[in-house]
């Protein structure tokens, strides 16, 4: 698991010290749930608790962005769920404002890994999809743009599925 943790910090701060230069640097932080979650007495229950996103943009297209995004949700002993765990999704995404709005939208696909610990559940790795609307705050501070972000990931198992609700800073 902490193999796995090192790699994607390693691989997303790469990202970050490739792009530092290129603005649209988005970091994010609010509260996940996750799809159900078969603990070890086979019963589905899921999790929920803090979560962290930070995104890299990588190329900025005419009309989309696109970038690497990295999220952990921290679930159980920080959340209000049954078992206690983690989950960690790493994302190719392509972020893009809709027409005629503020409101921006993106899709990500990538791969997402459920980590139980105390042996709540067994470990959950695979392929997942992600889809989410920002809505920009009326306030913009100097450099930074605002926003509250909600998000829905679907993963080829049920435990790296789950929804989001946070609030984003775009630098």
């Known amino acids: 698991m902490k193999?796995?943790?090192v790699s994607m910090i390693a691989v997303l701060g790469i990202a970050g010290a490739a792009g530092a230069q290129v603005?649209?640097?988005r970091v994010s932080a609010g509260y996940g749930w996750s799809g159900g979650i078969k603990d070890s007495g086979d019963?589905?229950?899921t999790m929920s608790g803090p979560e962290l996103m930070a995104s890299f943009p990588?190329?900025?297209l005419p009309m989309v962005d696109i970038g690497l995004e990295g999220d952990?949700?921290?679930g159980g002993g920080w959340g209000n769920s049954s078992i206690k765990g983690n989950i960690y999704r790493l994302l190719a995404t392509a972020r893009m404002q809709l027409p005629g709005s503020q409101v921006g939208a993106w899709i990500g696909l990538g791969y997402g890994s459920a980590q139980g610990s105390s042996?709540?559940?067994a470990s959950v790795n695979g392929a997942v999809s992600q889809i989410g609307l920002s809505f920009p705050m009326s306030m913009h501070m100097a450099a930074l743009s605002p926003s509250l972000e909600v998000a829905a990931d679907w993963g080829s198992k049920t435990a790296i599925s789950g929804f989001s609700v946070s609030l984003a800073l775009k630098f």
Do not use: P
């Open 3 to 5: 193999t796995k943790l």
């Open 23 to 25: 603005t649209g640097f």
């Open 43 to 45: 019963v589905s229950r």
């Open 58 to 60: 990588l190329q900025h």
């Open 72 to 74: 952990i949700l921290f």
């Open 119 to 121: 042996g709540d559940f």
